[in-house]
């Protein structure tokens, strides 16, 4: 059910810096790209998603690239926090069908 | 507290012994969704209802699991004669679909964990 590749596995950052999750799809008929943040012991929750007619999407310290033509998306956090450590996961949806999301990227933000 | 709940939120069972977890959508909800998380990987989905009626399995779902939603509110995921294999967590998830076109974001619950010995 791999349809949405992400990399990397693990990430490691300085506080401050800019972390940057990459990922990949193949269906061309996902018009809905999610990103989600999972804390340990709590469900995954929404952080931000885009659709494939906006190059890119910010709010706050987090940004969507979006490259239709490469069938790539990433996420950008800025001035990465200690707070921002977590799992990270990228999905993508078709219309009205389920959601299914790649295999996610621990993020530690180092203090 | 109006959020999705998942009862228990731990099992511990002996393989070969049947599971039932709950969950409680958001109440407005009318699309209810059941997924796997293994250790190290992302939510796997399973199956997915529109208020009571169920519109997909996914093919990984052997015919020892079965869901329901009955009434379109609250919905079970069964595990029949477990297995070793089965440990995971089990994850719910609800959204208001109002069109076909709608983003739909998932609002999972905190999961019910299972340990098959």
């Excluded at chain 1, 800025?78 to 219309?95: E, I, L, R, V």
């Excluded at chain 2, 619950?109 to 340990?115: A, H, I, P, W, Y």
Aim: charged content about 20%.
């Amino acid at each position: 059910q791999q349809q949405v590749k992400q990399s990397p596995q693990s990430l490691i950052v300085q506080k401050g810096g800019i972390s940057i999750i990459n990922c990949a799809y193949e269906n061309t008929a996902f018009d809905y790209f999610p990103w989600y943040q999972q804390f340990p012991g709590k469900g995954p929750a929404l952080l931000i998603a885009i659709r494939p007619d906006v190059s890119e999407k910010k709010e706050g310290r987090f940004t969507i690239s979006f490259n239709k033509s490469a069938k790539q998306f990433s996420l950008h956090i800025m001035d990465s926090q200690p707070g921002d450590s977590a799992t990270y996961f990228c999905a993508a949806k078709a219309g009205g069908f389920k959601t299914i999301f790649g295999a996610g990227t621990r993020l530690f933000v180092k203090a | 507290d109006t959020g999705v709940s998942q009862d228990p939120r731990h099992k511990i069972t002996k393989r070969g012994q049947n599971v039932t977890f709950r969950c409680d959508p958001i109440s407005e909800h009318n699309r209810l969704y059941w997924y796997r998380q293994t250790l190290g990987q992302g939510p796997e989905f399973l199956t997915y209802f529109q208020n009571e009626a169920q519109l997909e399995k996914s093919r990984l779902l052997s015919d020892r699991f079965s869901a329901e939603r009955p009434k379109g509110s609250f919905s079970t995921l069964e595990i029949q004669r477990t297995e070793q294999g089965d440990s995971a967590m089990y994850l719910c998830a609800s959204s208001l679909t109002v069109t076909v076109e709608a983003g739909g974001e998932l609002f999972f619950g905190e999961g019910s964990r299972l340990t098959v010995l």
